[in-house]
T-cell receptor
Framework: KQEVTQIPAALSVPEGENLVLNCSFTDSAIYNLQWFRQDPGKGLTSLLLIQSSQREQTSGRLNASLDKSSGRSTLYIAASQPGDSATYLC???????????FGSGTRLLVRP | ETGVTQTPRHLVMGMTNKKSLKCEQHLGHNAMYWYKQSAKKPLELMFVYNFKEQTENNSVPSRFSPECPNSSHLFLHLHTLQPEDSALYLCASSQFRDRGFQANEKLFFGSGTQLSVL
């Protein structure tokens, strides 16, 4: 059974810092891995999706990597801004079905 | 605006009440989902509908009753809930095809209904 873990649960950094959020999974036979952003009391916004055949995806200041052999994905945020403050969740899909296995998220605070 | 609209945004109900959550998607998708997000727990999939047919009931108690009248609308009917059912209920949609979810396709979420059961 796939388990997805995100450490740390919370992170506070000063504005402008580059940072890395971590996601680990126990079963490397994933179909894809997705990173989402969630603002307080709101729904999820998809940030990046990495297919199993890919190593990384980039969007603006965000870069997500995938290492299936080690069961890890990272989300790199460059030059962090206060507007980046949110909870970031990763989720793995194991096959071509609809089921996503979510981590508990990392709550990020970027201090001005 | 993600194209998935949920109402109401907030709901407070007693344990004997009956209420319904509504979700509407404007993306032309044919799969819709209900997720539950409790404090300090990962998101849990509750129900899935593909082409209006329920294809997943993830061991959800019968006090939660979904309804999907068409591929654009999804309801979650609530009755005799418990305080532990208080959570953020999220609706999502995707372009699910008969042969399965494509590797590069994403879920689109609504903003959720924050439910409090007293």
């Amino acid at each position: 059974k796939q388990e997805v873990t995100q450490i740390p649960a919370a992170l506070s950094v000063p504005e402008g810092e580059n940072l890395v959020l971590n996601c680990s999974f126990t079963d490397s036979a994933i179909y894809n891995l997705q990173w989402f952003r969630q603002d307080p009391g709101k729904g999820l916004t998809s940030l990046l999706l990495i297919q199993s055949s890919q190593r990384e995806q980039t969007s603006g200041r965000l870069n997500a990597s995938l290492d299936k052999s080690s069961g890890r994905s990272t989300l790199y945020i460059a030059a962090s801004q206060p507007g980046d403050s949110a909870t970031y969740l990763c989720a793995s899909r194991m096959d071509s079905s609809y089921k996503l296995i979510f981590g508990s998220g990392t709550r990020l605070l970027v201090r001005p | 605006e993600t194209g998935v609209t949920q109402t109401p945004r907030h709901l407070v109900m007693g344990m004997t009440n009956k209420k319904s959550l509504k979700c509407e998607q404007h993306l032309g998708h044919n799969a819709m989902y209900w997720y539950k997000q409790s404090a300090k727990k990962p998101l849990e999939l509750m129900f899935v509908y593909n082409f209006k047919e329920q294809t997943e009931n993830n061991s959800v108690p019968s006090r939660f009753s979904p309804e999907c009248p068409n591929s654009s609308h999804l309801f979650l009917h609530l009755h005799t809930l418990q305080p532990e059912d208080s959570a953020l209920y999220l609706c999502a949609s995707s372009q699910f095809r008969d042969r399965g979810f494509q590797a590069n396709e994403k879920l689109f979420f609504g903003s959720g209904t924050q439910l409090s059961v007293l």
